[in-house]
């Protein structure tokens, strides 16, 4: 049928004779424990090169949003610093590189990508939506609300201090910022306002901290139309 010369085995036919490149190896049967002669063929193989495609990143949806600057608030640029004055106060916030603004002549701000990268379009819309909300604070302001739920659960502003009664031994005394006004209605609704919605944010947060609300009677501190997923408490034995 065949035979084999200095490793190249040659299969007679009747018409054509083909040659192939074998490259014979050795391996030991697990089943018979002795050596069989295989021929694997010898094939080149070609280098396979990875082409690494360049990140394409879509611009933000809010990110592109313009911001109007009403006629009350004075925006000072310089860099990658931003300063912004209104009736109610003034803020400033420093940019990272990922991100520019841009501002056009008939009072309009405009924060876009300095930089084609996946962490550029994170901070696009991130920066775009402090902007906005330094440029809403200082001109209308924010506020945050909050109502205590519970039997004794009242709260007070004595002078500079939110007293708190909120059923432990002693009453709980928060110095208020000086940057937040505080007010309290009905002794169980606080209602915190500024301009800086950060500040805000983080003081009505200390608040609600002190007595969060618990899921079985919806007892302690929680913000104004905050839903409180209530459980099912112990049913009683059967009789």
């Known amino acids: 049928m065949g035979s084999k010369s200095s490793g190249l085995w040659i299969i007679k036919g009747s018409e054509q004779s083909l040659h192939c490149n ?4 050795n391996l030991r049967s697990a089943f018979f424990g002795e050596r069989n002669g295989i021929c694997i063929p010898s094939v080149p193989v070609t280098r396979i090169g990875f082409l690494r495609k360049a990140i394409e990143c879509k611009e933000s949806r809010i990110g592109k949003q313009p911001i109007q600057v009403p006629s009350n608030v004075t925006i000072t640029l310089e860099g990658q610093d931003l300063k912004v004055k209104g009736p109610l106060g003034e803020l400033s916030r420093s940019y990272p590189r990922e ?3 841009e501002r056009d002549g008939d009072g309009i701000i405009r924060v876009r990508k300095a930089l084609e990268t996946r962490r550029a ?6 920066f775009r939506t402090l902007t906005d909300n ?26 500079k201090d939110l007293v708190l009664i909120l059923g ?6 928060m110095a208020i910022p000086a940057t937040l006004k505080v007010k309290v ?9 500024g301009f800086d919605k950060c500040s805000i ?3 009505a947060a200390s608040i609600r901290r002190w007595r969060p609300p618990e899921p079985y009677k919806g007892k302690g ?9 209530l459980k099912e408490g112990k049913a009683g034995k059967k009789k």
């Open 134 to 159: 330094m440029v809403m604070g200082v001109s209308k302001g924010f506020e945050k609300r909050l109502q205590l739920v519970g039997v004794g659960y009242r709260a007070n502003v004595e002078g």
């Open 221 to 229: 501190v929680r913000y104004a139309n905050e839903i409180i997923k």
């Open 99 to 101: 991100v520019k603004l």
């Open 22 to 25: 074998l490259r014979c190896c």
């Open 168 to 173: 432990f031994s002693h009453p709980v005394r």
């Open 201 to 203: 944010g983080e003081f």
């Open 185 to 193: 209605e009905e002794n169980t609704r606080i209602v915190v306002s």
């Open 121 to 126: 379009n994170q901070m696009h819309g991130l």
